[in-house]
């Protein structure tokens, strides 16, 4: 079973930044790639950014090009995702999300929540 251990959640005012972090604590973990996801009440969960470990490419979702950066640190099994210039409706849990040879690994989320 491989644990993430998410942080970095909480409340802003519409045009703040926040800064979210997810690490896999195992000194052995792998994974092909590693990103966060987000659910809003009554919606779908969505891919926010993924990043390819092995050469640290980023993927955003065009509703957060622009705004969100997502980097590794591979000596830390780390992912950060820097949120930008946030806006109401990125309020949502966001779900760190590693993709590896055991399958999918989820971390347990974390409440973003924007403020007009």
Do not use: H
């Amino acid at each position: 079973q491989v644990q993430l251990v998410e942080s970095g959640g909480g409340l802003v005012q519409a045009g703040g930044s926040l800064r979210l972090s997810c690490a896999a604590p195992e000194p052995t973990f792998s994974c092909y790639d590693m990103g966060w996801y987000r659910q809003a009440p009554g919606k779908d969960r969505d891919p926010v950014a993924v990043i390819t470990w092995s050469n640290g490419a980023p993927w955003y979702a065009m509703s957060v090009e622009g705004r969100f950066t997502l980097t590794r640190d591979t000596a830390k099994n780390t992912v950060y995702l820097q949120m930008n210039s946030l806006q109401p409706e990125d309020t949502a849990i966001y779900y760190c999300r590693a993709r590896g040879n055991y399958g999918f690994a989820w971390g347990q989320g974390t409440q973003v929540t924007v403020s007009s």
